[in-house]
């Protein structure tokens, strides 16, 4: 892990007024430059080979400049090269995957966020310490495949999409996928998928507030899965099964939802809970995470999952949404994200949302 001073120290040797935002581009770039632009910054986009020609499409989502490279992995020891156009990165889910945690974690460039929140957010079982440590509640954990006595999802570690994952209802269905990578078994919870998009805030002190700074609820969406989403109109998967289709959560795109606004106190608790426990264990989350849930017919929350940086389920809302619109209409996450950071130059307490 880069140490957070010499990340200060980098940014002591930025001009700020010419601060660029630079990010991979792939996963939540288009509203991450939109969102920069918006508040005043340059924007970088960081492509392998060739510019993407898809930015042509979308004039206001196009960065001021690419920043080309052979492989993701060549990011790191060309941060010199970023830092020197004063470029702060924002991360993605793509952005980390591309590049490794470890990788990230040394990245010598200032990021938005807390770097800790890595470690933290990776591993399944620390997720889990994490929230259960919260007060949150989870799918329950099924230690052995032996012990299984339901039906189960089995997930990978890693942002993989939901590739691989597979629904097993006894020990015999498990072992005849039997994986070998590090896997977490997980009771599978019946109910409807809603992944709540959260932005913390150190800096502002009004609205809803923590102990300290504030929580903005930002936007919900659900995932479509491939095929899984679709598997109803082919009848039961027992039958598909007898033709080798089997579910997979492979993620394709996001739909819009609400919540119903009588559970809204629940999501704010669980938003304020995730963040206050977070201050204990890492010094705290910085800005967007999204906590993905299932609320059953009991209008139980079940969080099956963090995700501790801006997801791609934001993407519908780069103009608005529901719940941003009743703060400040036209407030995307990748805008709020340039907000914060314009906010903490202007307050001098970069230090507060960099790391
Ligand atoms: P994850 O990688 O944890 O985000 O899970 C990928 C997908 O699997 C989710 O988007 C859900 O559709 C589904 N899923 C995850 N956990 C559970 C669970 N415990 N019960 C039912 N479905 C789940």
Known sequence: MVPKAGITGLLS?????????????????LQIFDGARREGFRTIGICIG???????????????MFFSVKSYKEIPARAAELASMNAVVVPHGSFVEYLGVAAFEGLRLPTFGNRRVLKWESDRDKQREWLVGAGLSMPEKIARPE???????VKFYGAKGG?????????EEFMEVNPTEKHTIQEYVIGTRY????????LVNRGYRLSRGSLEL??????DEANIDEMYKLGAQERLKQFGILPTFVVTGNVPVVLRESLLPKAFWMGERTVERSFELFGGIIGPFSLECIVTDKLEFKVFEISARIVAGTNFFVRSSPYSDLREPEMSVGRRIAREMRLARRLKRLDAVLS
């Not at 992944?195 to 150190?202: I, K, L, N």
């Open 13 to 29: 040797s930025y001009d700020q007024k010419k601060m660029a935002v630079a990010t991979v581009c792939s996963h939540t770039s």
């Open 50 to 64: 060739q510019p993407p020609r898809f930015y042509d499409a979308f004039p206001k989502a196009k960065p001021d």
């Open 147 to 153: 012990d299984i006595t339901k039906p189960v999802l």
């Open 163 to 171: 590739r691989g994952f597979f629904i097993a209802k006894n020990y």
């Open 195 to 202: 992944y709540m998009h959260f932005f913390y805030s150190p």
């Open 218 to 223: 930002m936007s919900m969406d659900r995932r």
